[in-house]
């Protein structure tokens, strides 16, 4: 029932090698991970054991502590969940890819996730170059799309109108659960000559790592498929009924799972299978439920189109349509009322208390409500010298902050304030035919005051 997830990217001559090995990178879990699930069959197959490995780099573009220590604790709780399962898990301190390359000169077959974004991409290729010359089968699964991205669309799609089609028509086929594998070997014993980290304290591992500290974890998300899960079940037990009051920040309807999808904590073929299941036994859901998966799959995947399809995903040049180019070198003299650097934005010290609001939640929580989001990048156009400064602004910010930074959804969602899947708009200044967005609307929309004090209770202020 999977095999439309299954890539086969190399064949052997025979099968020869002492175990499976699967290099877990994307889906940091175990439920409807169907990565595991093959290695896992193909380890009963052949009655090799199965190694599972993860490599934890120093040198991950943006990352900081913030996200290391999401994804630590991740690491963590499935380090006892394998231990459970019999099979060896591997965590290694060095590039994803080395660590692999080490790992599979004794493997019979290699099983990998997907990866989009180009720093997975290029780890992927080079260990599917160095494999060139081992008899070895490589098998890529891809499980953190409800789609798979090529069977989607072989092509950037121009707005989420020219995809939701393609990805609908196929949705029935692919939202469904994984085969149960259980497997029959237990590998605990193996051992390997690699730095391996037991993970007794997320904070602890990371001590000894060369990387960004100056972001502090987040109080509010704990990372984890545990904890991913927790996150799923209450949205589904009691926010999913009111999620078409979504777009009100001062509420609390929307289902916070973007940290979890980011770091495969929780993938989104078993979103979906989850929440029509609760459609089906309670059909009064069917507007929320319609809504939620326009977001989940038909907007999230339209992000991993572009950055898959656009090799300018990640650069103000190429992000965008030259309509939106043209606008905003027509407007890019125009006079701003005023102009921020980023260490004032940072600070949240701009003149507008509902920015700053919503930069709060961002520096000290990871996240931010979508509709602040559109807002706060907005701003950045419009208090910036030009709109290249803005884009170089915002995206930093995002990737700096957000756990969910760093993402599909981070380059699209900025792209997007620049015209990327939107349309022209009515030209003013500064913004020309970009879509503009003013605290009127806030307070039209919404009680932009309360999200203000739930803000500030929220961080103690
Ligand atoms: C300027 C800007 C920057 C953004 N940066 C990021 C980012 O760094 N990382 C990130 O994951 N998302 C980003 N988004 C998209 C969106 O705002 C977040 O995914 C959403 O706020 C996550 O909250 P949630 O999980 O509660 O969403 P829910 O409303 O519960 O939606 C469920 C899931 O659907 C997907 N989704 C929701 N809204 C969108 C959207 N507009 N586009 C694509 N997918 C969507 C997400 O995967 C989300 O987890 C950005 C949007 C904008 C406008």
């Not at 545990?226 to 999620?243: C, G, H, K, M, W």
């Not at 929780?266 to 439920?289: F, G, K």
């Amino acid at each position: 029932m999977m095999n439309n997830r299954i890539q086969n990217l190399k064949s052997s001559v025979s099968i020869k090698g002492d175990y499976i090995l699967y290099w877990m990178q994307q889906s940091q879990r175990i439920s409807y991970n169907h990565a595991l699930t093959h290695a896992i069959n193909l380890s009963n197959d052949h009655q090799l054991p199965l190694v599972v490995y993860f490599g934890v780099t120093d040198y991950y573009p943006e990352a900081n502590l913030r996200h290391y220590h999401f994804m630590m604790a991740g690491l963590q709780d499935l380090q006892n969940k394998f231990r459970d399962l019999q099979i060896r898990f591997v965590i290694c301190k060095t590039s994803p890819e080395t660590g692999c390359m080490e790992l599979m000169k004794n493997a019979a077959y290699l099983i990998m996730d997907k990866g989009y974004t180009r720093t997975q991409r290029e780890w992927r290729q080079k260990v599917i170059d160095k494999a060139r010359n081992l008899d070895i089968n490589i098998d890529e699964v891809e499980s953190d799309l409800v789609i798979p991205i090529e069977t989607a669309s072989n092509k950037e799609e121009y707005a989420a109108r020219t995809i939701r089609t393609k990805i609908m028509s196929k949705i029935r086929e692919y939202a469904i659960e994984p085969d149960d594998a259980v497997p029959q070997i237990n590998s605990l014993e193996l051992t390997f000559d690699l730095p391996f980290e037991e993970i007794t304290d997320p904070m602890l591992s990371l001590e000894s790592l060369d990387i960004d500290t100056s972001i502090k974890p987040s109080e509010r998300f704990k990372g984890g498929e545990t904890q991913a899960q927790r996150v799923f079940s209450e949205f589904l037990n009691d926010r999913i009924p009111f999620y078409t009051l979504r777009n009100h920040p001062e509420l609390d309807y929307c289902s916070y799972l973007s940290p979890y999808l980011h770091f495969g904590h929780i993938s989104p073929v078993e979103i979906v299978v989850r929440t029509i299941d609760a459609l089906r036994s309670n059909p009064e859901l069917e507007e929320s439920v319609d809504s939620f998966i326009e977001e989940l799959v038909v907007r999230r995947e339209l992000s991993f189109n572009f950055i898959y399809f656009n090799p300018n995903y990640d650069s103000f040049k190429g992000m965008t349509y030259q309509w939106a180019y043209d606008t905003m070198e027509l407007h890019n003299e125009d006079q701003r009322d005023y102009l921020y650097s980023t260490e004032e934005f940072e600070s949240c010290a701009t003149h507008d208390p509902y920015w700053n609001a919503a930069m709060k939640e961002m520096v000290h929580t990871g996240f931010m409500h979508t509709y602040m989001r559109m807002y706060w990048c907005k701003k950045i156009i419009e208090w910036t010298p030009d709109c290249e400064t803005a884009y170089e602004i915002a995206i930093s910010l995002n990737n700096k902050y957000f756990l969910d930074g760093r993402d599909a959804n981070s380059f699209t969602g900025v792209a997007w304030c620049f015209g990327k899947h939107d349309r022209a708009w009515i030209e003013r200044p500064v913004f020309g035919k970009l879509r503009y967005m003013n605290e009127n609307g806030l307070k039209r929309k919404f009680d932009i005051d309360a999200y203000v004090k739930k803000i500030n209770s929220m961080i103690g202020e």
